[in-house]
């Protein structure tokens, strides 16, 4: 983001803590086995540090999802992951019913970190290379980012 652009909406939608557990038991489970009685075989030490690495990279992916609608893009970062939209690509912008899991279609993007919402935003844009890319943003609060993409596209230089 440049100095002085516009921040039209901002939020971070982090996982459930029921989320949580799915990656602090086999976490728990792991560090007990590294760190617990009958640990002196290197391989169950190897194994369990391996684990712990890959749980905790995964768990960072998985934690939250940041949303932001500026003057120029739509950013969506989870994890280190932030893809960044330009407004001016975004063609179809619209409310769609949803369930998770149950909508999804190839070569379609899913961003849902809650997974407690009945409606999502669906944006169609095309990419750098022309192709065209659907995104569903599950959130509670799909209207608002929705009118802030609007906003921002109601914003462009006409062309």
């Known amino acids: 983001m440049t100095a002085g652009e516009a921040v039209i909406y901002r939020a971070q939608h982090n996982a459930p803590w029921r989320r949580h557990g799915v990656f602090v038991m086999p976490l728990a489970v792991a560090l007990i086995c590294l760190f617990g009685p009958g640990t002196s075989s290197g391989l169950v030490f190897a194994l369990a540090a391996a684990l712990v690495v890959l749980l905790c990279a995964i768990w960072i992916f998985f934690y939250g999802l940041s949303i932001q609608v500026t003057g120029r893009d739509l950013r969506l970062q989870r994890g280190l992951l932030e893809p960044s939209i330009p407004l001016e690509r975004i063609d179809t912008c619209?409310?769609?019913?949803?369930?998770?899991?149950?909508?999804?279609?190839?070569?379609?993007?899913?961003?849902?970190?809650?997974?407690?919402?009945t409606e999502a935003l669906e944006v169609g844009y095309r990419d750098a290379g022309g192709e065209r890319v659907q995104l569903l943003i599950a959130t509670r609060d799909a209207r608002r980012v929705g009118s802030a993409i609007e906003q921002g596209r109601s914003r462009l230089p006409s062309r």
């Open 94 to 117: 619209r409310i769609v019913p949803y369930r998770p899991g149950s909508r999804v279609h190839e070569g379609e993007r899913v961003y849902d970190v809650t997974g407690d919402t």
